[in-house]
């Protein structure tokens, strides 16, 4: 079998139209929906996913402020800060970009977030409400898998859908979102044993690890549906190797050449071997990526509804 591969850019596109529609009306009645990105330190990559977030903004007519504070920041720094932006009534969607520089206490900043602001759906009153299986801001990479999944009309209820990682921004929300969709649901993490043996059980198989390529055929049932939410930067020494590996990277990787961008973005599926086996499979980039965009921006058009409209 030779699996259909997910467009997640052109699921992506469809939500933000809806979006765009939803701001409109929104706009109409008085309410424009802001979002605050706040970035602490230097970190390359979280600089392009903030500012590709306030792109989003400012393409969906959403109004955006981007905080950008130096690494120097303390704890109490930021805790003010958050607290301003609680109190401002134009915000409604408050966003932390994680990892924060290590001596911020991380759990203290998601706690101080508005629960009603919370668009990234990380503050224990959110995540123990989605547990509940009740109304709240959800964490938006899962909700953007089930998104994926409805509009692909792939279905959950009464399947098998066996989720890899558990952690609390990814895996455990998706499984607790697999769950109300009457998903039978396992959770495997890096203690499992036997995890090809299990996975393999799969209908739906979630992969949100952080080790490129890891899963292979021997992971996949034939016919599953393989979401594939690792992004991984591969470059140096090992490139040849993923390569060799996986040769569905090599003309992202000519093509990155040819931009002198000497890596390749690689999912935790090793999607050479794997699109042999499964009926559906989100690629990487451009699968699951484009989604978790779109539906911070929902969740902040969602945020503003409730506080304001
Ligand atoms: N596309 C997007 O928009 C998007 C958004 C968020 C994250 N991501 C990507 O998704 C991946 C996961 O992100 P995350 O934040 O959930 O990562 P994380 O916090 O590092 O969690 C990784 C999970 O994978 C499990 N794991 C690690 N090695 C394993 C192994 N050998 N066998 C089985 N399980 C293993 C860990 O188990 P333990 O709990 O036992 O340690 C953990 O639960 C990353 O590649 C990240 O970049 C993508």
Not at 25 to 48: C, D, E, T
Not at 58 to 75: A, F, N, P, R, V
Not at 136 to 156: A, D
Not at 250 to 255: E, I, L, N, T
Request: aromatic share 2%; charged share 25%.
């Amino acid at each position: 079998m030779k699996a259909r591969i997910i467009d997640g850019v052109k699921i992506g596109r469809q939500i933000r139209e809806e979006i765009r529609t939803e701001v409109e009306a929104l706009k109409q009645s008085g309410v424009v929906p802001g979002l605050a990105a706040v970035l602490v330190g230097n970190n390359p990559a979280s600089h392009v996913y903030v500012r590709s977030k306030i792109k989003a903004c400012e393409d969906l007519g959403i109004y955006s402020e981007y905080i950008h504070l130096g690494q120097e920041t303390t704890t109490p720094e930021l805790l003010q800060k958050i607290d301003a932006l609680n109190r401002k009534d134009e915000i409604d969607g408050i966003l932390v970009q994680l990892p924060l520089p290590k001596p911020i206490d991380e759990q203290a900043i998601l706690l101080s977030v508005d629960p009603a602001k919370d668009v990234d759906g990380l503050h224990p009153m959110n995540a123990g409400n989605l547990a509940l299986g009740r109304d709240s801001l959800r964490p938006c990479t899962p909700s953007g898998v089930i998104e994926m999944l409805r509009r692909e009309n792939i279905p959950m209820k009464g399947n098998h859908a066996v989720v890899i990682g558990r952690s609390n921004l990814v895996g455990k929300p998706l499984a607790f979102l697999l769950l109300q969709e009457h998903a039978t649901v396992t959770i495997c993490h890096s203690r499992t044993q036997n995890l090809s043996e299990v996975a393999a059980q799969a209908d739906i198989l979630v992969a949100a690890i952080g080790k490129p390529a890891m899963v292979t055929a021997e992971f996949v049932k034939q016919g599953a549906v393989v979401i594939d939410v690792g992004v991984n930067k591969i470059e140096g020494d090992v490139l040849s190797k993923f390569l060799e590996r996986d040769p569905s990277l090599r003309p992202q990787y000519q093509k990155n050449q040819a931009e002198n961008k000497n890596y390749v973005l690689c999912g935790d599926v090793n999607f050479s071997s794997v699109s042999e086996l499964a009926s559906a499979i989100t690629p990487v980039p451009k699968g699951v990526g484009p989604l978790t965009i779109a539906m911070l921006m929902k969740n902040t058009v969602q945020a503003a509804r409730m506080r304001r409209a």
